[in-house]
């Protein structure tokens, strides 16, 4: 199942500089997508979201940006901070109500380090 | 500031033992999941529960696996027979209701089958 691709398996930043992790997707029925941060032995932990009637969408360092015709999608760290080093995820679904409603399809992650 | 919580940490069976694995939703949430991640793959989702029935459930939730809501709080998934590539993370997540509200995940369980 490749529907949702991160074709960077890491990135190293330094800190106070911008880190930008990308995303792909093929299933033009997705609607609604969604940024995770993840550190070892813990559960996916929510960061940002964006539908896609919107091409930004902001939260104080983090803003994501969806390009629907590339079917494109990306995370932007401003600045990066050593503590932002984690996993990220991927993750899309569809927001319209379906029989697939809220099943997440998720990106193999990109490794993000920053360091000071 | 509400949690889903996930019991055991880690749990190591022998292939062919049952094992359940067990979720607490945030408390105001409707809809439930399981995903699960083998190591060095990707977050899968296995099935989805609402209303106390399945609304979705992948190619991997043969009918070895089950999910239950038995008390209102809890939310399991069963394991009949385990065998040696269920060992994976484990993941229950929840969400309130409505389009586009966020699914909170628990902190997993590892599951170990020898």
């Known amino acids: 199942d490749q529907q949702v691709k991160q074709n960077s398996p890491s990135l190293s930043v330094q800190e106070g500089r911008i880190s930008i992790l990308n995303c792909d997707y093929t299933n033009s029925m997705f609607d609604y997508f969604l940024w995770y941060k993840k550190y070892p032995a813990e559960g996916p932990t929510f960061l940002i979201s964006?539908?896609?009637?919107?091409d930004k969408n902001e939260d104080g360092r983090f803003t994501v940006f969806l390009n629907k015709s590339a079917k494109h999608l990306s995370l932007h760290i401003v600045p990066s901070q050593p503590g932002d080093s984690a996993v990220y995820f991927c993750?899309?679904?569809?927001?319209?109500?379906?029989?697939?409603?809220?099943?997440?399809?998720f990106g193999q992650g990109t490794i993000l380090t920053v360091h000071p | 500031e509400p949690e889903v919580t996930q019991t055991p940490s880690h749990q190591v069976t022998q292939m062919g033992q049952e094992v359940i694995l067990r979720c607490v939703p945030i408390s105001n949430h409707l809809y439930f999941y399981w995903y699960r991640q083998i190591l060095g793959q990707k977050v899968e989702f296995l099935v989805s529960?609402?209303?106390?029935?399945?609304?979705?459930k992948s190619e991997i939730f043969d009918d070895q696996f089950s999910v239950e809501r038995p008390d209102g709080s809890n939310f399991t998934l069963k394991i009949r027979s385990t065998k040696l590539e269920d060992s994976a993370m484990y993941f229950c997540a929840s969400q309130t209701s409505g389009v586009g509200d966020t699914q909170y995940f628990g902190p997993g369980t590892r599951l170990t089958v020898l």
């Open positions: 529960f609402y209303n106390n029935e399945i609304s979705e």
């Open positions: 964006i539908s896609s009637i919107k």
């Open positions: 993750a899309a679904s569809l927001l319209i109500w379906s029989t697939s409603y809220g099943k997440l399809t």
